[in-house]
């Protein structure tokens, strides 16, 4: 960055290109810090004399953090802070850490985004760029629950996750009840003991999870990679799912549920089942998808055993001993289609009795 004087004696300031470039790589940066310092909308967690080394119990200045919290942003600087208690996030709250550097430390305690516990909608939350692990006593990490007794979608908790990485829980990695409309940007979840996506039935057994997006991110060496049981419209793009001892369980009555351009590979047992619960489930989309078992020598990727408007297209199988899909002969019928399927080392064949309704079109092997 150079200053001189023009042909009309007035003072012009020149910037290298290299001056720009830095200005473009560190002024996001810098503005996004400025964003972070205590005002009015920011709250810094140890303000309320979090301590963040891992051995302090940080629970009381972490819930008092989040109780002053609502509609404004709770920052987590860097460190290891400890909560023995569930931490119970308000409406209208985002809770913003420094990635890898920020972790809350659980122990025997979860994260909760709850309508039981707020009497109603818990809408606008937000969950972004900070770790997450449960130590202890076995249970969820993070539950996300609404109030399924006012009926579907009206004690739903509505809100945003980004750069969220739970991992090394006792139970499930993150556990959603009744949630509506939450969209989830590189969430990553990783060697919990349970299941590191589960959507279950609250307690009236209406919809777990509805209008639901996962967006990039991991499942990743878990116990089971996503069980799901009465979801509706959830859809994952981009997402990897691979390592896990058990893969994706779509149980019971399901709607609408697609992967597109997911990729999974060396799942125990199976990659995806579909309709081992009593109710067949109806929209299962496959597209644009890499299915590969190169070490974990399961027979089959996708079994489907009861459901209709199931399509698996544009996808490529790698490595199964005994079929790409399997049509167990399991009592219902499959209703739907493959098509352009590519399918290397694997056989499609089905190999059971199970009736299949619909076309098998374009392989290549």
Request: aromatic residues 10%; charged residues 15%; proline residues 2%.
């Amino acid at each position: 960055m150079l200053a001189y004087k023009n042909a009309f004696g007035r003072a012009v300031l020149r910037i290298s290109l290299y001056t720009l470039q830095v200005l473009f790589l560190f002024v996001p940066v810098l503005g996004e810090a400025a964003a972070l310092q205590p005002n009015a909308t920011v709250i810094n967690v140890k303000t309320f004399g979090a301590i963040g080394d891992g051995v302090a119990d940080d629970t009381k200045a972490l819930q008092s953090a989040l109780d002053e919290a609502m509609g404004r942003t709770l920052y987590i600087p860097a460190g290891t802070y400890l909560a023995k208690e569930d931490l119970l996030v308000k409406a209208k709250t985002t809770i913003k850490g420094e990635g890898f550097g920020s972790l809350i430390k659980l122990d025997g305690a979860a994260l909760v985004v709850s309508g039981l516990a707020q009497g109603g909608h818990v809408d606008y939350w937000s969950l972004r760029d900070f770790q997450v692990m449960r130590i202890g006593t076995v249970g969820a990490t993070v539950r996300l629950t609404g109030d399924d007794a006012l009926g579907a979608n009206k004690g739903a908790i509505r809100g945003y996750t980004e750069n969220l990485y739970v991992s090394g829980s006792t139970g499930d990695c993150i556990e959603f009840s009744n949630a509506y409309l939450i969209t989830n940007t590189n969430l990553n979840l990783r060697n919990c003991a349970g299941v590191g996506l589960n959507m279950k039935r609250g307690p009236h057994g209406r919809v777990s999870a509805n209008a639901i997006q996962f967006i990039g991110g991991e499942i990743q060496q878990n116990g089971q990679a996503i069980f799901a049981d009465s979801v509706a419209g959830v859809t994952f793009i981009g997402t990897a799912i691979e390592g896990n001892k058990i893969g994706v369980e779509l149980f019971n009555n399901n709607r609408s549920v697609s992967f597109i351009n997911t990729y999974f590979e060396q799942n125990g047992q199976f990659d995806i089942r579909v309709g081992a619960g009593a109710a067949a489930s109806v929209g299962i989309v496959v597209d644009n998808g890499y299915f590969a078992d190169a070490a974990s020598n399961k027979e089959h990727s996708i079994i489907l055993i009861k459901g209709s408007a199931v399509s698996v297209r544009s996808t490529l199988f790698s490595g199964y001993s005994a079929s790409a899909i399997s049509l167990p002969s399991v009592g219902g019928h499959v209703k739907g289609y493959f098509e352009n399927l590519t399918l290397s080392a694997t056989p499609l064949a089905s190999d059971g009795e199970t009736p299949f309704f619909g076309e098998r079109l374009n392989f290549a092997k």
